[in-house]
């Protein structure tokens, strides 16, 4: 296997790991303080840490092509932003 690729593999697990650290922090925040805000932008976060990853795999096990997974993860992203945006105006 490709040292780049492995080296992919690894940042993606820690991306995936990290990001969903940070949701769940901002979910455990939206649970004591019942900012709708923040619910929002754990949702947004989730939307984005887990659909990156997903798209990894789906380019790497799944065989699409590099534009294909680029397209969609700029898609997903831009849906957890958006999420993310609504969240922030309903504060």
């Not at 922090?25 to 303080?33: E, F, G, L, P, S």
């Not at 990156?52 to 680029?70: E, N, P, Q, R």
């Amino acid at each position: 296997m490709n040292v780049s690729i492995i080296l992919l593999v690894v940042v993606k697990i820690v991306a995936l790991v990290l990001g969903g650290i940070v949701s769940l922090m901002a979910y455990r925040a939206y649970n004591r303080t019942r900012i709708a805000g923040l619910q929002f932008f754990a949702i947004g976060l989730a939307v984005i840490t887990l659909g990156t990853f997903l798209v990894g795999v789906f380019h790497h096990l799944g065989g699409a092509s590099a534009t294909i997974g680029m397209l969609l993860e700029s898609v997903i992203i831009s849906i957890g932003f958006v999420v993310m945006i609504y969240g922030l105006k309903q504060t």
